[in-house]
T-cell receptor
């Protein structure tokens, strides 16, 4: 059990559509970070949410947006999907925004056709 | 921007062989270093981490890594691998005051019986 819960586990979308991925952090954690892992690559940082605000952002376009709720859970939204958005999306939670104790979820596999 | 290089993309070893996976990072300031493992179909798990102090770090499952600041390296080692070590291994770094993880592209380790 990873302690971090992501849903759904798999998703197929069509180009141009919008998608929402969800993450529940490990109990006791208050910070959520999102990563994109393309096939054969290492995870790439998308953004981090702490105290319901986006604290850091990686090199991803504005089509990628997120939200953190008062219970620390988080959503990742991707608009105007491209084929290149097909990847495993990982959520990682931690306590505080220093990121020293990340726990990763099993990810959501997004396929854009 | 910081980067992490893992030069071994795919390593095949027989059981009981010794393992060393290379990891180099590019950043001149303070770094925190991590090795993560991703078993097939499972979430990323932390093997070991270095923040400060003894540059030889011991982790779970008999893994260890050595931080050599002058070489910007953090190589992962295990004296005797087991079939169950078959997985993808990622080196990652947190730099300066940031909390995001920057990952390498990963090394796929295949251990044969």
């Amino acid at each position: 059990d990873a302690g971090v819960t992501q849903s759904p586990t798999h998703l197929i979308k069509t180009r141009g559509q919008q998608v929402t991925l969800r993450c529940s952090p490990k109990s006791g954690h208050d910070t959520v970070s999102w990563y994109q892992q393309a096939l054969g690559q290492g995870p790439q940082f998308i953004f981090q949410y702490y105290e319901e605000e986006e604290r850091q952002r990686g090199n991803f376009p504005d089509r990628f947006s997120g939200h953190q709720f008062p219970n620390y859970s988080s959503e990742l939204n991707v608009n105007a999907l491209l084929l290149g958005d097909s990847a495993l999306y990982l959520c990682a939670s931690s306590l505080g925004d220093r990121g020293y104790g990340y726990t990763f979820g099993s990810g959501t596999r997004l396929t854009v056709v | 921007a910081q980067s992490v290089s893992q030069h071994n993309h795919h390593v095949i070893l027989s059981e009981a062989a010794s393992l060393e996976l290379g990891c180099n990072y590019s950043y001149g300031g303070t770094v925190n270093l991590f090795w993560y493992v991703q078993y097939p179909g499972q979430h990323l798990q932390l093997l070991l981490k270095y923040f400060s102090g003894d540059p030889l770090v011991k982790g779970i499952k008999g893994f260890e890594a050595e931080f050599i600041k002058s070489k910007f390296s953090f190589n992962l080692r295990k004296p005797s691998v087991q079939w169950s070590d078959t997985a993808e291994y990622f080196c990652a770094v947190v730099t300066g005051t940031a909390s995001k993880l920057t990952f390498g592209t990963g090394t796929r380790l295949q251990v044969t019986l």
